[in-house]
């Protein structure tokens, strides 16, 4: 009896501390409800092995601990540039359904092709339901901060489009500082909501740390207000040019890149052999010989001041590495990081163009210029790209860079974190799309995509597939994509189509001679040997498959693809002047919209 009355008085005593202990706990976010956060980070311009988790130098402690934690895909890809990249990943769908069949600077360059044209609006068209605004329908928050790169004009903002919250960059690119000395380069237009600003009322601006403090706010506020469910979107301008950082950051990596980017692909090759990424036998281009005679041929100050470009470059990622953080830090501090999905990824490879004709003095204002002095590069008033040499560095062993159709421009690194997922899987090499992560998003939110009517608006269904089933039960989804499954690529007039480990090329030539190529990406991450004689039978199998894609999503090609082609002189070719006369309207402040 006496033990009886003891068991009853320890059980009373511990429902009663229990229950204390519950009503005055903190109660997180991720208790309100049990459905995930989404945070969707996206990098501008990064190249393959960048940071630390895919081979790099570069100090990213907070990328890092993401790969830890979660699964590095090794076979994601983009389209070759930003925008399109963009309007893939919040439609589900291809660029060319989604209204950036073509950049909109080569739109503007080239009006006679596609101006007017259906997939060709130049901005996120209304054909497609937009993650944020299907998620925003289910009762998710839905906020970003950073760049748009989708559409300039009160009607395409971020705002129109989903986001009940939003600090946007809207053109492609914006000096870091918020820092501008002509009139006819790259304004910089932000918007707040469906309020156009005045970019000189922003204080202590720099990029990267702005656009992380921004989503910290709205994230808060979410938390304390609406106590939502939030779908977050994180796109950086870094590290795309102008290459710009604090001094304190690139002094880290004085000396790192003296000798130059032959050097550094071959250091990060090596790296990348010991992560697993690149197995023995596979085939890489080989050490590039001629580069380092380049090297060689240089002046000690020419040596120098083209390491410190890439010293800036590297202060660039690690700074953004540094929002991340923050960004993680406030989601742990709330008690929601481990209820959040979290996606990091490039929107395509690195950039190697240059802009060396760009105007270094202001038209209106005598005072103000760029001073790309060897001092001063990386500060505000300076203006630079590092080159195509350390891009290719960055970008191998694939071939190429931002804007070209080989791997080098369309293979990104892609890192997924989010506990939940239960797997033991840390690194994936199945082939991945951009256009998978909408369907991948609806799934683990338990939502589904509205079909073909949302809005009271004819939309079409995603393209992508989720990485669900994969991530969940490797032993009965072996793939996200079918053996039947076939992707394709075309921007700048270069085109591509992949079905399994085959993929087939066609980059034109100035004398419109260009044939189809064939390459096998099981062996030959390079692309360096073309097997298109030997495996006729894949390559007729490709070709017929492009045409089915040109057909499903409307590809308009150009009769001269060689004058469509990416440029690695942006500025001599025109395509950012042009886009200015249609966007410098919005650089003043309006009203509420």
């Known amino acids: 009896m006496n033990t009886l009355i003891v068991r009853l008085y320890l059980y009373c005593t511990l429902y009663v501390f229990l229950g204390y202990a519950l009503a005055n706990r903190k109660i997180s976010q991720s208790e309100i409800t049990k459905k995930p956060n989404f945070l969707i980070i996206v990098a501008d311009d990064l190249g393959w092995s960048d940071t630390s988790p895919f081979g790099g130098e570069i100090n990213t402690p907070n990328i890092q601990m993401l790969a830890d934690g979660g699964i590095r895909f090794t076979d994601f890809h983009t389209a070759s540039a930003c925008s399109p990249t963009r309007a893939m990943l919040l439609s589900g769908t291809d660029h060319h359904i989604a209204g950036l069949g073509q950049m909109v600077e080569e739109i503007i360059n080239h009006p006679d092709i596609w101006q007017g044209k259906s997939g060709y609006e130049g901005y996120l068209n209304d054909r497609v339901a937009a993650l944020p605004e299907i998620m925003q329908d289910a009762g998710y928050f839905t906020t970003m901060s950073g760049k748009w790169h989708l559409g300039i004009t009160p009607?395409?903002?971020?705002?129109?489009?989903?986001?009940?919250?939003?600090?946007?960059?809207?053109?492609?690119?914006?000096?870091?500082?918020?820092?501008?000395?002509?009139?006819?380069?790259?304004?910089?237009?932000?918007?707040?909501?469906?309020?156009?600003?005045?970019?000189?009322?922003?204080?202590?601006?720099?990029?990267?740390?702005?656009?992380?403090?921004?989503?910290?706010?709205?994230?808060?506020?979410?938390?304390v207000i609406n106590k939502k469910p939030f779908f977050a979107y994180l796109p950086f301008t870094a590290p795309h040019w102008p290459l710009?950082?604090?001094?304190?950051?690139?002094?880290?990596?004085?000396?790192?890149?003296?000798?130059?980017?032959?050097?550094?692909?071959?250091?990060?090759?090596?790296?990348?052999?010991?992560?697993?990424?690149?197995?023995?036998?596979?085939?890489?281009?080989?050490?590039?010989?001629?580069?380092?005679?380049?090297?060689?041929?240089?002046?000690?100050?020419?040596?120098?001041?083209?390491?410190?470009?890439?010293?800036?470059?590297?202060?660039?990622?690690?700074?953004?590495?540094?929002?991340?953080?923050?960004?993680?830090?406030?989601?742990?501090?709330?008690?929601?990081?481990?209820?959040?999905?979290?996606l990091f990824m490039s929107d395509n490879g690195a950039e190697g163009a240059s802009i060396d004709s760009i105007p270094i003095s202001s038209t209106w204002n005598p005072d103000k210029f760029f001073n790309n002095s060897y001092e001063n590069i990386g500060n505000k008033d300076s203006f630079i790209t590092y080159g195509l040499r350390w891009a290719q560095a960055a970008t191998a062993p694939s071939r190429m860079v931002k804007g070209h159709i080989g791997e080098g421009g369309i293979r990104c690194p892609a890192i997924v974190h989010y506990p939940k997922l239960h797997t033991s899987l840390k690194i994936s090499d199945e082939f991945t799309t951009v256009m998978d992560i909408l369907p991948t998003v609806l799934e683990l939110a338990n939502i589904s995509h509205p079909g073909t009517i949302f809005r009271k608006r004819a939309v079409v269904t995603p393209r992508g597939k989720s990485w669900v089933p994969y991530l969940l039960n490797r032993d009965e989804h072996k793939h996200v994509h079918s053996e039947y499954d076939f992707t394709g690529w075309e921007l700048f007039g270069e085109r591509a189509i992949r079905r399994g480990n085959y993929k087939a090329i066609l980059v034109p030539n100035e004398s419109n001679t260009a044939k189809w190529e064939l390459y096998d990406l099981s062996r030959d991450k390079g692309e360096l040997i073309n097997v298109a004689h030997e495996r006729e039978d894949v390559l007729k199998e490709l070709v017929e498959a492009w045409f089915i894609y040109e057909a499903e999503t409307g590809v308009i090609l150009a009769e001269d693809g060689w004058a469509v082609r990416m440029s690695y002189d942006l500025i001599a070719s025109k395509r950012i002047q042009n886009v200015v006369a249609r966007i410098r309207y919005w650089l003043v402040p309006h009203d509420e919209i």
């Open 155 to 223: 009607n395409q903002i971020p705002a129109k489009r989903g986001f009940d919250d939003s600090f946007s960059l809207l053109p492609g690119a914006g000096n870091h500082y918020a820092y501008e000395i002509a009139e006819s380069f790259l304004p910089p237009v932000y918007v707040r909501n469906s309020t156009y600003i005045d970019y000189e009322t922003l204080e202590d601006f720099y990029s990267s740390d702005y656009f992380a403090t921004e989503l910290i706010k709205s994230l808060q506020s979410n938390t």
């Open 244 to 342: 710009q950082a604090p001094t304190e950051i690139i002094a880290k990596y004085k000396g790192i890149y003296d000798d130059g980017a032959s050097v550094l692909r071959k250091n990060r090759l090596k790296t990348q052999r010991k992560l697993g990424f690149l197995p023995s036998d596979i085939i890489s281009a080989a050490d590039d010989i001629p580069e380092e005679e380049e090297w060689n041929k240089l002046t000690p100050a020419e040596k120098a001041y083209s390491a410190k470009t890439m010293e800036i470059y590297a202060a660039m990622v690690e700074r953004m590495d540094f929002a991340v953080g923050r960004v993680i830090d406030y989601l742990k501090e709330s008690e929601q990081f481990a209820n959040t999905f979290i």
